[in-house]
């Protein structure tokens, strides 16, 4: 196939079925590799369709700057659809960006914004979003495309992402996928409860994140988790609570342990928030015998081959000894502790009520 612009390349994503980590009660869980898109990530399809509406209805001028806060996988997304689209791009970063990322959106011409000063919880959040209204002020024909509240973002994953899904895999059970802006979920989860209504969608997010809602107060040691993609200190318009079942908040322990037993046992090198989603998948398998479980990889782990994937990396934040403590280095070991995590999956739908273990 001969493509006209590397943009043509985004969407098509493999679907894996797991082998070894399985909890062998006839549950079957799928795993859709979002890393197989030209920026490795996901945020590819969002990005396009942020850029591309905001081009149809003038919002984004041509020769105009592309303004956006970012921790890692829009900012390659944006790189790579700036470059092919011809905008200036600048990335709002923070220092916990994984440098690969920022290496790959430089080499593709980016420009980095770096705020280097969280607020008092230790979050960047806050402070990105208002630098990136300072550049905006100053910025003559700049666009912000605000991925957490702009509805173009979950639009790309219910017209693009679910069909193709739909097409892949035309009978499943669940969902069960990592949530940050809340995009993907929302989008996917629109359309497949449409074809499929008994479709069962689970959001994974991180401990200490109030995405659903949870009061940030509640947190004995509020603050950021270590898996990128998840948690935030908002409630992002992109995320629409209505088609979003169950909730599972995934310690970060959990999810990394995961992350690191996909990619030793099944070969399959995923970003931590996959691994998070896997964790959540398994969890969900063993309350559903027999069920499919459709998972989304939103992105690669060569992203973080230097923390995840590195034993002192994690000895130094204290995750390691979590790990080991919880015996989660055998897969036999994860999959048999997944059915009573820290945080069990507690129901949003009246449909559905309790958590599935039953107890925490
Ligand atoms: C690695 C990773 N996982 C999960 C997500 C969450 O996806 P969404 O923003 O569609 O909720 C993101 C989003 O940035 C991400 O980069």
Redo the contacts with the bound molecule.
């Keep these: 196939m001969i493509c006209d612009s590397v943009l043509d390349t985004i969407g098509d994503t493999p679907v894996v079925r797991l082998r070894r980590m399985s909890v062998g009660n006839g549950a079957e869980i799928l795993i859709k590799l979002e890393s197989f898109n030209p920026g490795g ?3 590819d399809r ?1 990005v396009l369709s942020m850029i591309t509406h905001a081009e149809l209805d003038g919002r984004l001028q041509p020769g105009g700057t592309i303004i956006e806060s ?5 900012g390659k997304a944006l790189a790579l659809i700036g470059v092919a689209r011809g905008y200036r791009v600048v990335l709002v970063v923070d220092p916990k960006a994984p440098p690969s990322m920022l290496r790959y959106a430089s080499a593709l011409g980016a420009e980095l914004d770096l705020v280097d000063t969280p607020d008092e919880h230790g979050w960047y959040q806050g402070p990105r979003i208002e630098r990136v209204q300072q550049l905006l002020a100053e910025t003559p024909r700049s666009f912000w495309p605000d ?2 509240n702009n509805l173009d ?2 639009r790309a ?1 219910a017209e693009q992402t679910a069909r193709e899904l739909l097409s892949e895999i035309p009978r499943f059970d669940a969902l069960v ?11 996917i989860s629109r359309t497949v409860k449409r074809a499929l209504p008994e479709v069962v969608t689970v959001g994974v997010d991180a401990e200490c994140s109030a995405t659903f809602g949870y009061p940030f107060s509640q947190w004995a040691t509020p603050g950021p988790s270590r ?4 948690g935030l200190q908002w409630q ?1 318009r ?2 629409d609570l209505d088609v979003v079942d169950r909730v599972h908040l995934v310690a970060d322990h959990e999810g990394i342990a995961t992350t690191r037993l996909l990619a030793s046992s099944e070969g399959l090198l995923v ?4 691994g998070a ?1 896997v964790f959540g998948a398994l969890h969900h398998a063993h309350h559903h015998p027999g069920s499919r479980i459709v998972v ?1 990889a ?2 690669d782990g060569v ?1 973080y081959l230097e923390e995840t994937f590195d034993d002192d990396w994690l000895r130094s934040k204290g995750l390691l000894e979590r790990i080991e403590e919880a015996g989660l280095r055998t897969v036999d070991r994860l999959v048999a502790l997944a059915r009573q995590p820290s945080t069990a999956a507690v129901a949003r739908t009246p449909e559905l009520t309790g958590d599935l273990a039953g107890s925490r």
């Design positions: 990530s996901i945020k969002a970012t921790s890692g996988n829009v991925q957490y973002n979950p994953h996928t990592a949530v940050g802006t809340g995009g993907h979920i929302s989008g898996i990128r993609g998840l992002p992109c995320l970003g931590e928030s996959a989603a989304l939103p992105d992203n």
